[in-house]
């Protein structure tokens, strides 16, 4: 009998153990998370996210994020400097990325005061920049790991894009901006174009002249005398092609008008300052230092 009592007694024991672990995993809030719904804004932050395999999370993006092509397919909710809220707000994001150059400030404050979480990274246009901008995204997606990983590859080739630049030759390089009508926008110090033809071993003719984009005359231009006209592949379009950017005000009666040398690249591979730097730095420098 006594056998008996124990063993209904450690079934009973069982029971109770079981019923309330039972009980304690269904009144316990789930710890099953659900993927973020993020909205990038700008396109070297979407570079990055697809360069760590999180456009899963992306049900958005701004309209500077043209690369990689798929980006493009993605809903879009405008410029980044000129974002609105309700685009925003009816992708229901969890998170929106931007940088410091996004706004207005008062819609991103309506985003903030509607329960999103906006992170804002640096839009710095140098290579700590762009390091801290994939830190920032891989913290936001859940892939540090894989972050730090492409910051060391980032690294990487980048040392390796510059080491194999001449060391000696500087040529002599004038960036312009708008260059529709008027006087030509010239890029000066504080600008991704300065700073893009510093790294590729160019000598920005404007870089001690002025700051930001300024208009400069044709009597600038002749004086400053660039070997070589840098423009985005957009600007020539716009332009019409090599013939009409030699016929910027003053051009013309530079070395560069005169050997037509006018070099172009992608906007966004050459301003982007994203994850794709290393690479426009070296197609960069081949270009600026190519043997006529």
């Known amino acids: 009998m006594r056998t008996l009592l124990n063993i209904s007694a450690f079934f009973l024991l069982v029971f109770v153990v079981t019923r309330l672990a039972i009980a304690e995993t269904e009144s316990a809030p789930s710890t ?13 932050l979407t570079e990055i996210v697809y360069a760590l395999n999180a456009a899963d999370k992306l049900v958005g993006v701004d309209t500077t994020s043209q690369y990689p092509e798929s980006a493009t397919k993605l809903p879009q909710v405008g410029y980044q400097r000129q974002l609105s809220a309700e685009g925003v707000l009816s992708l229901k994001p969890d998170v929106i990325l931007l940088t410091e150059e996004a706004g207005p400030p008062a819609v991103l404050e ?65 960036f312009l901006l708008n ?10 110090r504080n600008t991704a174009a300065n700073a893009m033809i510093a790294l590729a071993g160019g000598n920005n003719a404007f870089g ?68 794709r730097l290393p690479e426009a730095v070296q197609e ?9």
């Open 32 to 44: 099953q998370t659900t993927t973020p719904r993020i909205i990038s804004v700008g396109g070297a």
């Open 110 to 174: 309506q985003i903030k005061a509607a329960g999103i979480k906006v992170i804002t990274l640096p839009a710095e246009h140098s290579v700590e920049g762009v390091i801290k901008k994939i830190h920032g995204v891989a913290e936001a997606v859940g892939k540090v790991p894989e972050g730090d990983t492409m910051i060391l590859e980032f690294k990487r080739k980048l040392s390796a894009a510059q080491q194999a630049l001449p060391q000696t030759d500087k040529p002599n390089i004038v």
């Open 179 to 188: 260059v529709g009508g008027g006087s030509p926008m010239a890029a000066g």
């Open 208 to 275: 001690d002249t002025h700051d930001g984009y300024k208009p400069v005359s044709s009597e600038a231009m002749i004086a400053a005398n660039p070997s070589i006209i840098l423009l985005t592949k957009d600007t020539l379009d716009t332009l019409g092609g090599i013939d009409k950017a030699v016929a910027i005000p003053g051009v013309a009666l530079t070395d560069a008008g005169k050997n037509k040398r006018i070099v172009t690249m992608d906007s966004l591979y050459l301003l982007g300052f994203g994850p």
């Open 284 to 292: 960069l420098g081949q270009l600026l230092h190519k043997k006529q």
